[in-house]
């Protein structure tokens, strides 16, 4: 079927292939390629809410970036395309070579929160039984490495206890390292409702203050990496104050005297705390007996708890306090890893990490012989195998020779990142199961590239952060020579001599396979048991509705909470309390790096930007890649609001805009993760992440690693907004995004005037260009103006005045849009009417200066701002925002 | 009893002045105006448009008789002054009528230079100043006539065109490398020549006329490297000079033209000079823009007024239909001068402003003149720009709102 036929207009029930809330979509193909996207109102996730990312979804099914037919690579370093039978042979050919003349375990997989659990399923197989490499391990480990290693350390197994529910019946929410507000905006929502309607008090623990603490009831901006010790004093307070649950920790918990007195060591006190978190000692006191005093507490985290060398021993800290309370498994109570990828818990599940077997059974001599009888393995790996950070410098100094990427762009998002790259060219055999023609990791060159189906495409199940397992499906077809991953697998598996193993009819067939064994002589002796659906049909799978795991065959409806009642996994059904190791980040600042960058997500991308990156609304909010410092310490480093910035790490470097933050401490550095080497020049922040890692979890410390900043100067800055790709002067600093209409790169250079009319020229011709040449003032502008349509723009000012572009990108969106007034488009103003200013709601394109009017107008509340312009009704995640333009209005009024 | 003010010369300076006059120093003088030609004033920048057919003749009018004659105006149309008696105070007209002055106003204007080569003098040579040029050269356009206009600058573009839109066949030759070439830099000149040659006017820049041929009447233009070019008519517009015979016969001084002061006073203090016609601070003035100020001064000091004359900025206005030239102040940037250019070929639009230290000393419009009184307001003013520079090119409002 061609890609664009049309399909019937039937809004199709799927999972968004985001963050880990794992919200449920209705998605509607508008039988041209596109689909219109809302929120499914029956899902239990999110209840027909979507945040800015999600609705955007629609704009993101392009496919004029697609790799659509398997790519190998030719002698030349082109590539040339290829049938799947070559591709698959070629693929078996080399690991076969591989496995024969350095071992199985000279192959490692290296998988992804974005795969289906069905193409997991098939990959942890294939390898750890098949081939019998151990090597199998996820970008999970980036994101919730440190959540399975403490929460297998304290329960015996990678459970989440409690449910999203919990976040609506709490009392008191505690989030921890975690910008909810922006990286989880469906469940910050229902957070937000729970204190309007019920009065939940909010508590928001992070030395970055975000938009998630904004109207928080407390904040706790402790220094980083000290979140363990404030637990830590929370679990003395506890105990001091009578507040431990005794009769529960008598029958259910091992561990408490040994963890209390190892917790006395390090926060004997609140002032002890004070000290060390460098926290008022009030605010500790406060918080303290908050926690202390309310029994329906959820303690909530995310990445700036796992992101770090010692993330295993924070949130075993926080276990402990719940344990120790019994405010566990219980409605409105308990500890919630908020995941940071769609699927991440369906890869723990199958076991596609490097220290777990498969369907959370690890490498115990039994279980390994379980494993193999259920898959009649010929090989089965016998130890844990290398984690990530591991695995790249097993790739670097050869130990490993073979390597699958499926669905993951490490040579962006892992430490040291520029290594890994490097690393990545020097493979035997390098394949990649990918769905975009160009990341930087495709740029590594591989053997062979396997186009792979997309969000929308392909159809499986998904696992969110509440254990909820969803179905993803498609709703569109697959497009040219595209396959899902499970299948890629499996034939791969098959020309490696596994027919067998790897005959399914379907990602249902595989579901029952990795149910059934989920539920193999398990007898309640595992957490995760979905038996019930061992014998689900192609129609029952089909038509699964979201239920919460275990699902055992006796409890078909799933279950919401655990250990409510204790029977932890552990040998004796106790949890098991643990002594932290003295909190301190992995590495010191000194002279020479005496700051500490912190990385993390924006609002509106996730990861890599290969998806969000292609939608013009999602990249408005954050344009540009910039470093958000302390106004003190851009003042002591010489550096410039909207000017650059060079940050130094031991690792590598990175140039970024400069955005002051009151919200970031003095002494720390915040980049985001998402800019590659495609879509900026100098912003791979991945290449200056040190590749410390926690000994427990392998989760590398991705937030402290140390740094210094100073300023980079570029005599101009500006814009360019061309159908396609347009050069830029040597040199330039550049960053790229989708824009309606085309491709807009923001850029920066030290090239005269001169040198960027000559390129101009090289590309256009003088047909149809309109300038504005101010040599001695440093200002050029020009616009391609072909039959009266608008080819091209190029704006440069000299720098700290760069031009604002919306008026211009608003006339660039429409390419059959007559240009009406020249002289306006060059002034970058709107003919008529104002600039929009930057995007502040990205769901419905509401700019900065009409939320501005709008106050301005008599709007008093950012409900009212919804009223006017339906800015922030949508995904809200823009609320804070427009509250704040709203008390800035009204503060100017006073004044 | 009014003092009589005579004013020799009814051109457009000369109107302005009865204007002024009548707002600052109303029923002071008895006026006397006297004209060489035998019509009201008219509009002489309308003589182009009038050419082109684009306007009737009644349309140059500057004032109806009747706003002459509320004002108690003598006027003496078609009557030349021979000469000033500056001891008797009196002026001579021909025809013998003898007028006496307490104040006299010389605002003789300025005549064509005519071109002194071989052939000259054949008939079908013309310039192009009065009503009455247009007259002769009107019926020759319209039948299609080969036309050549010798002169690039602002009075031949405009003959040429006009010729070129009443049906003329018309080549304009220059002796320069550009068009309007004190007011342009070459690219406003090159565009320019862009815009004149799509209204069919066939342009021969670095060109000088040799000498004329024909028998008993023009036949072609000879030019220095020997090429011809036919032709039934030819305009000769390669500018103007001072009026000055009467004020020379007078004994009063003339340089290029009549020499004035401040207060536009020649050496004797009852005569005065206006217009194209005088030399002021070295400067003679070919346009309509320093008159009108000039007169503004004048009639101040003749109300009794301490008013001076400190100069005029260059500003020219070429109006051709559809192709707006703009230019004034310096367009050539020399050291210590900025330069900002705006330009969009394709719809015949250059903009260049010139700057020092952060003030507007210049500027060229070609194409769309929108802006031109604000500019010129800048220039003026000599206030400092810095913070407009982005959106100066742009025209005022976009600078309004930017200062807003």
């Not at chain 1, 994101?143 to 529910?165: H, I, K, L, N, W």
């Not at chain 1, 969106?813 to 002034?827: C, N, Q, S, V």
């Amino acid at each position: 079927m061609r890609h664009d036929a049309p399909l019937a207009p039937t809004a199709t029930r799927t999972t968004c292939p985001y963050c880990g809330v794992g919200c449920g979509v209705l998605a509607t193909a508008d039988g041209k390629g596109g689909a219109a996207v809302a929120g499914d109102p029956d899902h239990p996730a999110n209840r027909g809410r979507l945040c800015s990312k999600g609705s955007a979804l629609g704009e993101t099914l392009a496919q004029g970036h697609r790799v659509l037919h398997p790519l190998r690579r030719n002698a030349a370093g082109g590539y040339d395309a290829v049938g799947w039978d070559q591709a698959l042979d070629g693929a078996a050919e080399g690991f076969k070579a591989v496995i024969r003349d350095n071992g199985p375990e000279a192959v490692a997989f290296y998988l992804s929160g974005q795969l289906l659990t069905e193409d997991y399923y098939v990959a942890n197989k294939l390898a750890k039984g098949f081939i019998g490499t151990p090597h199998v391990d996820t970008n999970s480990r980036l994101c919730m490495a440190s959540t399975v290693a403490a929460q297998r350390r304290v329960f015996g197994s990678d459970t989440v206890p409690g449910s999203y529910e919990d976040l609506d019946a709490a009392d008191l929410i505690v989030l921890v390292g975690s910008n909810t507000a922006w990286c989880h905006p469906v469940l910050f929502r229902r957070i937000q409702e729970n204190r309007a309607e019920r009065g939940a008090k909010v508590v928001v623990i992070d030395p970055r203050v975000t938009a998630t603490a904004e109207d928080a009831d407390l904040v706790l901006p402790l220094k980083p990496g000290m979140d363990s010790v404030l637990f830590a004093g929370l679990l003395v307070h506890l105990a001091d104050h009578g507040l431990i649950a005794r009769d529960y920790i008598e029958r259910h918990v091992a561990g408490l005297d040994e963890t209390l007195a190892n917790a006395r060591d390090i926060a004997g006190n609140s002032a002890a705390v004070a000290a060390r978190t460098g926290l008022p000692e009030d605010s500790v006191k406060a918080f303290f007996t908050l926690w202390g005093q309310t029994p329906a507490v959820v303690t909530a985290w995310s990445q700036g708890v796992n992101q770090s060398a010692q993330g295993t021993d924070k949130v075993a800290a926080i276990l402990h306090c719940h344990l120790a309370t019994a405010r566990i498994g219980r409605p409105g109570c308990g500890p919630l890893s908020l995941t940071g990828q769609p699927n991440a818990m369906g890869g723990r599940e199958v076991g596609g990490m490097a220290n777990t077997l498969a369907a959370h059974m690890g490498y115990t001599p039994a279980e390994i012989e379980r494993v193999q009888r259920f898959w009649g393995a010929p090989a089965m790996a016998q130890r844990e195998g290398l984690k990530a950070v591991a695995m790249m410098e097993a790739v670097a100094d050869r130990r490993i020779r073979a390597l699958w990427v499926m669905a993951t762009n490490p040579a962006v998002s892992l430490p040291r990142a520029d290594a890994v790259r490097a690393a990545l060219s020097g493979l035997d055999l390098f394949v990649i199961s990918e769905n975009v023609l160009s990341n930087d990791t495709l740029a590594a060159k591989p053997h062979l590239i396997l186009p792979a189906a997309a969000w929308g495409e392909k159809d499986g199940t998904v696992t969110n952060s509440e254990r909820r397992i969803s179905r993803q499906r498609a709703f569109l077809p697959l497009p040219g020579g595209v396959k899902p991953d499970w299948w890629i697998v499996c034939e791969v598996a098959k020309r490696l001599g596994f027919s067998d193993a790897f005959s399914f009819r379907g990602p249902h067939a595989i579901h029952a396979e990795h149910a059934a064994l989920s539920a193999f002589e398990n007898e309640g002796t595992r957490d995760f048991d979905i038996g019930a659906h061992a014998g689900l049909s192609l129609a029952a799978y089909d038509a699964l509705a979201p239920v919460q795991w275990p699902v055992p065959w006796d409890r078909p409806q799933g279950t919401a909470r655990l250990f409510a009642d204790g029977g932890f996994f552990t040998g004796d059904g106790r949890a098991q309390m643990q002594a932290l190791a003295e909190p301190a980040p992995a590495s010191a600042t000194d002279a020479r790096f005496p700051l500490r960058l912190n990385t993390g997500r924006v609002r509106d991308h996730w990861h890599t930007m290969t998806r969000t990156g292609l939608s013009p609304r999602l990249s408005a909010h954050t344009a540009e890649p910039a470093v958000s410092v302390h106004p003190a310490d851009a003042s002591r480093y010489g550096l410039v609001e909207a000017k650059f910035a060079r940050i130094e790490t031991r690792e590598g470097q990175a140039i970024l805009k400069v955005a002051t933050d009151t919200g970031i401490p003095e002494g720390s550095l915040f980049a985001p993760i998402h800019w590659s080497a495609e879509t900026a020049s100098d912003a791979r922040i991945g290449a200056a992440v040190q590749a410390l890692v926690d000994p427990c979890s392998g989760q590398p410390e991705l937030k402290a690693t140390p740094a210094s900043i100073g300023p980079v100067t570029f005599t101009s800055q500006g814009f360019v907004l061309s159908r396609d790709a347009f050069p830029l002067p040597e040199g330039s600093w550049w960053a790229r995004l989708a824009v309606e209409g085309g491709e807009g790169r923001l850029f920066a250079t030290n090239e005269t005037i001169a040198s960027a009319m000559a390129l101009v020229r090289a590309r256009f011709g003088e047909e149809g260009l309109v300038e504005l040449i101010d040599r001695e003032g440093g200002g050029y502008r020009c616009a391609v103006v072909h039959q009266g349509r608008l080819l091209a723009a190029l704006f440069l000012a000299p720098t700290g005045r760069a031009p604002l572009w919306d008026t211009v990108k608003a006339v660039f969106a429409d390419p059959t849009a007559e240009i009406g007034h020249r002289f306006a488009l060059l002034a970058g103003r709107a003919a008529s009417g104002t600039e929009p200013g930057p995007t502040i709601c990205a769901c419905f394109g509401v700019g900065l200066h009409a939320i501005r009017a709008a106050f301005a107008a008599g709007a008093t509340s950012a409900e009212e701002i919804g009223l006017r312009l339906k800015a922030g009704t949508n995904c809200g995640s823009c609320l804070p925002e427009i509250r704040r333009i709203g008390a800035r209005a009204f503060s100017t009024e006073a004044a | 009893m009014a003092e009589p003010l005579v004013i020799v010369g009814k051109g457009m300076a000369a109107t302005r002045l009865v204007e002024e006059l009548g707002q600052q120093a109303l029923g002071r003088h008895a006026i006397a105006v006297i004209g060489e030609e035998p019509r009201l004033a008219y509009n002489r920048i309308l003589l182009s448009p009038f050419l082109a057919g684009e306007i009737a003749a009644n349309d140059l009018e500057l004032k109806p008789a009747a706003w002459w004659r509320a004002r108690g105006v003598s006027t003496f149309y078609g009557r030349a002054v021979t000469a000033i008696d500056r001891a008797a105070r009196t002026v001579a007209l021909a025809g013998g009528l003898c007028l006496p002055y307490g104040k006299l106003v010389l605002a003789t204007g300025s005549k064509p230079v005519r071109l002194a080569c071989p052939g000259a003098e054949l008939p079908g040579i013309q310039t192009f100043r009065e009503m009455s040029d247009v007259g002769a050269m009107r019926p020759q356009a319209e039948r299609g006539a080969r036309i050549v206009v010798i002169g690039g600058g602002l009075l031949g573009l405009e003959a040429a065109t006009g010729l070129a839109r009443a049906g003329g066949r018309v080549t304009l030759v220059h002796l320069a490398d550009r068009l309007m070439e004190r007011q342009l830099d070459a690219e406003g000149a090159a565009m320019l020549a862009t815009a004149i040659d799509y209204r069919g006017v066939e342009i021969r820049l670095n060109s000088a006329t040799d000498h004329f041929i024909g028998t008993d009447k023009v036949e072609g233009v000879v030019l220095s490297d020997g090429s011809v070019i036919p032709a039934e008519l030819v305009v000769v517009a390669i500018g103007v000079r001072p009026n000055a015979d009467l004020a020379r016969a007078a004994g009063l001084s003339v340089e290029r033209g009549i020499l004035v002061d401040d207060r536009l006073a020649t050496e004797d203090p009852d005569i005065f000079g206006l217009g194209e016609c005088i030399q002021h601070r070295g400067q003679v003035y070919g346009l309509v823009e320093p008159a009108y100020e000039q007169a503004r001064v004048l009639a101040a000091g003749l109300a009794g007024k301490d008013a001076h004359y400190a100069g005029s900025l260059l500003a020219t206005n070429l109006k051709v239909s559809g192709v707006g030239v703009f230019s004034a102040g310096t367009v050539e940037a020399d050291d210590g001068c900025e330069t900002i250019v705006l330009r969009d070929p394709d719809a015949g639009v250059y903009r260049k402003f010139v700057l020092r230290e952060g003030r507007l000393v210049g500027c060229i419009l070609v194409g769309e003149t929108q802006g031109a009184l604000f500019y010129l307001r800048l220039i003026r003013s000599g206030q400092d720009v810095s913070a407009l520079r982005t959106d100066l090119p742009f025209g005022e409002s976009y600078c309004v709102r930017e200062a807003a």
